[in-house]
C-alpha cells in the first residue's frame, strides 16, 4: 500500500500497475451461505463500477455459469482442464450479457476431478498457474468456491490475494467458521503466506426477525472490523435473477438486492483505494466526484 502523497503523483500507467487482477476467492464450506449470489452480483457491480471483472467458476454445482445465462450441459471446458490438462485459461473466457464482465464457466460432469489432481506435482498450485496469465487483463477476478475445503477450494485460496466469507444470518451462522479460519491459517502459513481477509459479508438479513439482528450483534462482536459494513438483505430479486441469467443489477438495477451489492462493490473499493483512484482518473465524466473521493482516502490515512 502506498500512502495519500504517492498517491496525488500516481499516474495511470503506475496505478495499472497496481491493479493487475486482485483475486478475491468466496469462500465458505457451509452450503447455501450466499457464496454464489455474491459472487455474481457483486462481479456485475464491480464491472458496473467500470472495472475489468472476471468471475471464475470453482464450483462442480456450476450456479455461476447457470446464473450467467450458460448452460453447465453444454460447457466442454472448464477451469478444471486448466488444473488438469493445462488448458490455457484464456481460451475459456465467455463474454456475459454485463459490459466489463467476463466468465471462466464450470461444468457438471465433473467427476473424479479432485481424485485426478491428487497424483499431480504440485497440486495445490494448479489454479495459480491456471490464471497466472490472466491478472493483468482485469482488474478484479473472483472465485466462486464450493462448499467444501477440498482441494479445488484449498486451490482456489493458493491462488487468491484475499478471502470473501459470505455469513448466512441464520442459525448456526458461525458454525464451521472456526473449521475455515483455521484452513485460511494454514495456507497463510504454508501455500500462501500473502493470503489476506478481505471481509465477512452478513447475507440473508430480514429486518423482521430478532434473530437476524442478533446474528449481525454476534460476528460484529466477534470480527469487528474484519465485517463489512454493508450487509446483503434477504431481497426476492437476489433470489430469481440466475432464472433469467442475470445478475439482479440487470434484472432490476433498483431492488434493494442489487443496490445493496453496489454499496458492497463500492466498499470493496474504498478498502483498496487503488481502485477507487484509477476510478477517478476515468475521463468519461461518470467517475466520482474527487471530493468525496479525497474524503474517502483522508479516512483511511
Ligand atoms: P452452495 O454452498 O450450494 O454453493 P451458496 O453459498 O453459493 O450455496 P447461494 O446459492 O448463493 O449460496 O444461495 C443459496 C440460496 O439462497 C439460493 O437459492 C439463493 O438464490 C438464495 N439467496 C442467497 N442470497 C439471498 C438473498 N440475499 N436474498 C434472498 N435469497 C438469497
Ligand atoms: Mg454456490
New binding site residues.
Partial sequence: MFSYTEYQEFNLETINYYTMGKIIAIA?QK????????AINLAASLAALEMKTLLVDA?P?A?STSGLGYNPKTIENSIYECMVDGIDAKDLILKTNIPNLDLVPSHIDLVGAEVEMINLEGREQKMKESLATLKDAYDFILLDC??SLGLITVNSLVAADSVLV?VQCEYFALEGLGKLLHTIKLIQSKLNTELEIEGILL??YDLRIRLSNQVVEEVRTHFQSLVFETI?????R??ES?SFGLPAIAHDAESK?AVSYLNLAQEILEKNVVAVARYELKEDGKSLESEKLIAIISNIY
Fill in positions: 465458505n452450503g447455501g451461505v450466499g457464496k454464489t449470489t455474491t464450483d454445482q450456479n464450493s462448499p459470505p447475507t440473508m446483503i438483505p434477504r431481497n426476492i437476489l433470489s440466475p438486492g
